[in-house]
């Protein structure tokens, strides 16, 4: 199973009331000691990526399986747990919700001074960080902003990121999970493993699927400015055709065209909009063109880059070029370990028992009165 993943859960508003979130750090305290003890920081980590475990792990600490402040309760709760004892049991949470996700960066430099890491790891854990944060708003467009950004590191360089985006239409949460050494690719489906109750028309620019996209993509920012800027703009001139194929003319150059008329593109929430009238877009266009990034993964990491500009580029790789994405939601499973109707899949009980398992030898472990043991197992078996 590849640790990373998506979780979809009812948007809440409100706050934490403040016993709940004493008892969160309390027992989240509890909880990393007895698992950096028995199996180290990496496996915490590692668990953090989970997000079935994750989910669990907040259920336990007594907060709504299903409610969107989970995710930004759970990891306050935990960043707070290991508050001073971060040095002694080697793992670091940097970032948070709101304007707290944008110190990510800042707050692992400050970790890096602190235990001497040298420049190159630091940077990289930075990059790591922020590319993760990319993808999920740029290349995963299924509607969800995200709002919560946390990025968690051993002293060993294990690194997790969980994350999370709201769409408001819907009133609905998402949540994105990536583990270091899961991951092969950054730009190719690194959402395996899957986890959500819903799914949305999405362009996943991640996908297998979408490898000639992001081929050709790369290609076209590598031909200049001028060329990818002119093909653009032919897309929103034409964009109206009814016919399967539209021959557009420009400067006495024919280009054969995709019909834009279909119904897989409608059908997702990134609709077709008039690039042209885009002045910010050009001059990003007009800035990695003369930059001629290499791969997609440099393309995406260029400052400026973002969800509009990987639409604009997918856009004209399709259309022009008959490299179409793929409009499949990357979401593959339904919370949490599947479905007693069998939608969308069959229970998966060896997880669900494995879950169960591994929280109950923890739960046996932790330093807990009698009574809050037996409400917490008690709990785990129902």
Known sequence: MIHRGVATFT????KCPK??????VRLGRQVVRVIVSEYGPDELVERLADPVWFQSLGTVLAFDWNASGLTTTLTAALKEAIRRDERYLGVFICGGKGKTSRKTPDQIQEWGNVLSLPAVKVNNLVYNSRMAAK???ALIQDGFQIYHHCF????NGAWAVVQQGMNTENLTARRYHWFSRKITDLVCEPHSGIISQVRVPTLDLTSKESTQTREVSTQLVQNGYTNLIKEIKLLNKYSTGVSQMVTAEAGGEKITMLNLENKEFHSHPVQREDFSKSKYLERVLNKV???KPQSYEELLSQEGVGPKTMRAIGLVAEVVYGAKPSYEDPARYSF?????????YEVDRQTYDTTIQYFTRLV?????????RKSILTKLSG
């Open 11 to 14: 948007l809440d508003s409100g």
């Open 19 to 24: 016993w709940l979130f004493e008892r969160m």
């Open 135 to 137: 993808v999920d708003s």
């Open 152 to 155: 968690i590191f051993s002293r």
């Open 289 to 291: 063109c003369d930059i």
């Open 336 to 344: 949490a370990h599947g479905g007693k109707d069998g939608t969308p």
């Open 364 to 372: 046996n472990k932790m330093k807990i009165s009698p009574i809050e």
